[in-house]
Each structure stands twice: as C-alpha cells, then as structure tokens.
C-alpha cells in the first residue's frame, strides 16, 4: 500500500487547466453540495486530455452497443482490444464476461491496487436520436457504464505509456452491476485469489452534481437494496356478485397503503430507510374480480438491523392483511446487494487525489448517501477501498440516472481518467 498523496512528489508530465463557468449547483435526491466555491480550473494530464477526441470516439461506440448483463460479449471484446493495443496483459471470463487487465510499473515493489469499472447496460428503450445512440432496441447505456469503461481505458493507456508507479495495477472491468451481482460473480470466480491487490477502487458519475465537483463517503455510501414480492390468493367471481369472492384486490391495495407506514412509524427518525411498491398486477376484464393479485417492491437501507427490520415489518404487514381479508398469501423476500461501506483512510486518500486535482474546495468529504445499490459494496467488503461520485452535470431533469434520455456527459471523460491515473502514481509511488 502506498503513502497517499501526502508527501508524495507527482511525476513531471504536463498538465492542461480546464476553466470552469458554471456555479456548482449539487443538489439530487440524496445529496446537497453545501459549497459554491466559483469557478474553478482542472488539473488534466495533458496526454489524457489530448485523447479526449479518442476517448469520446470510445465512449460512443459502447453506448451505441449496450448489452445487458453477463452477455457483454461485444463490450468485453471491445475492452479487450484496447488492452491488448496498450501493451497491458488480458484476462478473460472472470465472472462469465468480465475483464481483468494487468500492468506492472517500473521497480521490484509487490504492491498492488485495483481499479473497478462496471461495463452493463439496461433493459430500456432509448429515446435520444443523436447519431451514437443506441442500436439494438430495448438496452441502453442508461447509468453511465460506457463513460466508466471508457475512463478506465484512458487511464490504462495512459499508465502503460508512462509506467510512472512502483507496483502493479489490475483494471477491473466488472459485468452485470445493474443487479446481476457481476461484482460477487467475479470474486467467487477467484477474482482476489487470481489478483493479488491490497486495495480497490470504484467511480461513479453523479449528473446530479456539476462537473468539476466530486463527492465522497467516509462509510457507508450506497444503500442495502432488497427486494420483495407476493401473490394474494383469493378467489374470483362476478363483478357484480362480489360476495361471492374473496376478493384479493382491496386486499392489496390495504397491504400497499400499511407498507407505506414502515418508514415513518417503525423506523427511527434519525435513520433512513425506502420502501417502494413498484409491481401492482390483477385482473383481465372489467367485469371479472381475479383470483391474484401480484406485488412488488424495493426496501433499502444503511444498517443492518434497519435492513433486518424493513423484512420483519413487510412480511408481518402482508401477511396479517392477508389472514383478515381472508387471503392466502405467498411471500418472498430476495437479499439483494449490501450496503456499500468505504475504508475510512482510502476514501481521505481518494478525496486528496481528486482535490489535486479540482482543489479542496470543490471536494465534498462529507457528502450525504445515496439509498442506491451498488454491487462495488461486495469487494468493499473483502478489501480496503474507496467508491468516489464524479459530478457530470447539471442534466435536465428527464435526464438523470436511469432514464431514457440519459446521456453521458463526455467532458468529464478525461477528469475521471486523470483521477485514475493520479490514483495509481499516488498509491504506487516509486
């Protein structure tokens, strides 16, 4: 493990200063920048930023080939060439469709640090017509994983260029993120065992936050994401004859209307907690009361024991709803992704890194988190590390995380290669 930046003397490259016009702005659902420190410049690496056309090209090229997980077939292949082209060794199908690349630097030095960029797209149709738009209907890069992978291969160009760090960097490019579990995928299929890192690192970008401004979490970041789902087992009949059902329909409707009081009744004021019902499906005809009635939903939380009670709480609510509608029921609960926890001396180390880069002032060390999953939580939890959010923004409103008309925003590809860069020579010193 490296010094950090602390101390550390940075390399002789040439670095280019990016203005800044816009005021950060920083607020989303679960985050308020509680600075607006003005404009500001960016520290870019000068190669990196000379290859901001090629980046761009890159990153273009895997939004325009989304794939969902565990069949990025074309995106690892993708992954691979570049690595390849850099001279950086390739390991293939780690977690089915994963990629590990594996640079040495200059020295003798056994240390070694991993840098994680997830490479899935989503189930959603597109709805942008600008010409890199998506070409296969229904997938899209919707969350910004074509800008991770490329960030990522930027910085691998780079560092295999320049060899500057004493060590050795494995460039993790991580399927099925978008709830796959690629991340536990790739460590059952011997990811630490095979790659012998004592630290990984995650980014992600944030529209939500202007670019030129960067969060990070010392703790707990993203949140417990869990889901449940049940069918009510009533029995139909005529709509007009409705005594002579069970009618499964209010019944879930009073089960959805009892969920929403978990937060705010059993949960504790100063914790945080979701819990969404996202599934309703009953009937066929107007006339008909059905036999079942099928819900869904999310629970998310920080803590373990809030997680725990979020599950005691929904299972107990739908089923006593049920036994006094006189509804069977059958209930399942999915233990979804854990909650993601940095190292607190890694997430001051990430935070030091990036404010060389955009200043201290413009680095929020204390930002709020968010109630999304992330499945980085997994390796977090078997090695120290660090997830950084990389403000892309500001994105219209229609525009944000999940969204149809999402888009990348392809000026901050080369901060985020930058960081990554600056990250390596800063863990890795010689």
């Known amino acids: 493990m490296g010094t950090g930046v602390q101390g550390h003397k940075w390399p002789q ?14 607020l989303n659902i679960c985050t308020l920048i509680r600075r607006n420190p003005g404009p500001a410049t960016m520290a870019l690496i000068n190669s990196i930023a000379d290859r901001s056309d090629d980046m761009r090209s890159w990153r273009h090229a895997l939004h325009q080939h989304p794939e969902l997980g565990y069949e990025e077939v074309w995106t690892s292949d993708f992954i691979a060439e570049k690595l390849t082209g850099f001279g950086i060794e390739v390991h293939r199908g780690m977690g089915k469709t994963g990629v590990v690349g594996v640079l040495r630097g200059q020295g003798d030095s056994r240390r070694a640090i991993g840098l994680r960029a997830d490479i899935d797209a989503l189930p959603i149709h597109e709805l942008n017509e600008f010409e890199h738009a998506s070409k296969i209907p229904g997938k899209m890069h919707a969350c910004g994983h074509d800008g991770h992978t490329t960030m990522l291969l930027g910085a691998a160009q780079y560092l295999a260029e320049t060899r500057n760090f004493d060590g050795t960097v494995f460039f993790i490019f991580q399927p099925a993120e978008e709830g796959g579990g690629g991340g536990l995928a790739m460590i059952e299929d011997g990811l630490f065992d095979q790659f012998d890192m004592q630290t990984v690192w995650g980014m992600h970008n944030w529209p939500s936050m202007d670019k030129g401004v960067a969060g990070i ?16 087992i009533g029995r139909g009949g005529h709509a007009a004859q409705p005594h002579m059902t069970i009618d499964p329909i209010p019944c879930g409707a009073a089960i959805v209307q009892a969920l929403q009081t978990i937060v705010g009744r059993r949960v504790s004021p100063v914790d945080a907690a979701v819990v969404s019902v996202t599934l309703f499906q009953a009937g066929s005809a107007h006339n008909v009361i059905p036999d079942n009635v099928t819900i869904a939903g999310t629970a998310r ?22 036994a006094a509608h006189g ?6 609960w999915h233990g979804g992704y854990p909650a993601t926890v940095n190292h607190a001396a890694e997430a001051g180390r990430a935070a030091d890194v990036m404010a060389t880069i955009l200043g201290d002032d413009r680095i929020d060390r204390d930002v709020e988190p968010s109630l999304g999953g992330e499945d980085f939580a ?3 939890q078997e090695k120290p590390g660090a997830y950084i959010w990389l403000g892309s923004g500001p994105a219209p409103a229609d525009g944000m995380l999940h969204g149809a008309r999402f888009d990348f925003n392809d000026e901050v590809l080369p901060l985020g290669a930058t960081y990554w860069a600056r990250l390596v020579e800063s863990e890795l010193p010689r």
């Open 13 to 26: 490259h040439k670095v280019t200063s990016w203005p800044l016009t816009s005021p950060v702005i920083g």
């Open 217 to 232: 979490h010392d703790g707990v970041c993203m949140a417990n994401a869990d889901t449940f789902e049940m069918q009510l």
């Open 301 to 322: 939380s920080f803590k373990a024991e809030t997680r725990q009670l979020l599950e005691d709480s929904i299972r107990d609510i739908s089923e006593t709803t049920a």
């Open 327 to 332: 509804c069977g029921i059958e209930f399942t």
């Open 378 to 380: 997994y390796m977090l």
